[in-house]
């Protein structure tokens, strides 16, 4: 390739990824593919180091500052995903929450007891659960192993349960109702933890940012969440966003931070695992979003068979 077709070629490079970042670092999210593509914003700031580095090479000065400009813009954004924050000092009790995602009930009942019994989570967040899911893994021992529950009936997509190893009752958080029929919907709920103390969880299902209607229905259905309040709060389940989502960090920026984030492991990603091609790029949508008050001891996410999901497993310790 000649030099000066390649030289142009970066320029090209550079150009498109200076606005790629800008739309990012500005929050501005236009209402086409936009809300789909900025979750792909971590392998662009990888592809920035691209013309960085043939920039060098071919010691073009004036590229070289433009293309540096870009990947630090990224880098601003992206890397502190990967560094671990300090936490709030917190001495209550601790909590484990578990938070998978069925796609449609598809994963094994025998898969999901297992990981429970495996894991021993204190709360576990199922989302796209049928009744039928509910009959299967209860004769399992389910409910054994987690005694409370609360469950929002529904078919493929819509349904949600809460099951706990302590007392559960529902929440009077109001969550507005889905913009669409056939949406996912939020389940929340109050924990009781021995020696009374309370914790607010919700099972988070939003839509997913498509083109056309579900737009509105994905942004609708974050801004439906509640803000961090005066109970301590734990969201965590699919919100089909990313960090790089303007509306789901307008959400965290409420009080909450995000364990993956604050463990160093914002680059986990978490969709889409099955069914894929194994280089198909994948991007993190499954978050544990706690009131900043909470400290966050631990964040990891883990295969279950048959879902397109990552389970995301944390260990939190309240104030």
């Given amino acids: 390739m000649p030099w000066q077709v ?15 970042a800008g739309l990012r670092l500005c929050g501005w999210e236009p209402k086409f593919f936009w809300s789909q593509l900025v979750s792909f914003t971590p392998y662009a ?6 013309p960085v580095g043939c920039a060098a090479f071919l010691r073009a000065r004036p590229l070289l500052v433009a293309a540096l400009v870009v990947a630090g813009a990224f880098a601003v954004t992206v890397l502190p995903r990967a560094v671990p924050e300090r936490n ?3 001495a209550g009790p601790v909590l484990r929450v578990l938070a998978v995602n069925l796609l449609h009930s598809s994963v094994p009942p025998s898969a999901l007891v297992e990981a429970v019994e495996r894991d021993r989570p204190d709360v576990l967040h199922l989302l796209e659960f049928t009744n039928r899911m509910r009959e299967r893994v209860e004769a399992l021992g389910l409910a054994r192993l987690l005694p ?11 349904g949600a349960a809460i099951y706990s190893r302590y007392p559960l009752r529902p929440s009077d958080t109001p969550i507005a109702a889905p913009v669409f029929r056939k949406s996912p919907r939020h389940l929340p709920a109050v924990v009781t933890l021995p020696g009374g103390r309370e914790v607010e969880v919700v099972a988070v299902h939003a839509c997913a940012p498509s083109e056309g209607w579900r737009t509105a229905c994905w942004a609708s ?8 309040g005066e109970r301590p709060r734990i969201l965590a ?6 960090l790089d989502h303007a509306v789901l960090r307008d959400l965290i920026a409420t009080g909450y931070r995000d364990a993956a984030d604050v463990t160093g492991k914002g680059l986990s990603m978490t969709w889409p695992y099955y069914e894929q091609p194994r280089l198909f790029p994948k991007v993190a949508i499954d978050h544990v979003l706690a009131d900043r008050r909470i400290a966050i001891r631990s964040f990891r996410t883990q295969r279950l068979p048959r879902t397109d999901h990552r389970a995301t497993l944390t260990e939190l310790v309240l104030p």
């Fill in 6 to 20: 390649l030289w142009l070629v970066l320029w090209f490079m550079v150009t498109g990824l200076a606005g790629w």
């Fill in 45 to 50: 700031a990888a592809l920035s180091l691209v």
């Fill in 88 to 90: 709030p000092p917190a």
């Fill in 148 to 158: 409370y529950e609360i469950v929002l009936p529904g078919t493929e997509s819509e």
């Fill in 221 to 228: 259905s974050i801004r439906a969440l509640p803000p961090a």
């Fill in 237 to 242: 389940g699919d919100f089909n966003s990313t």
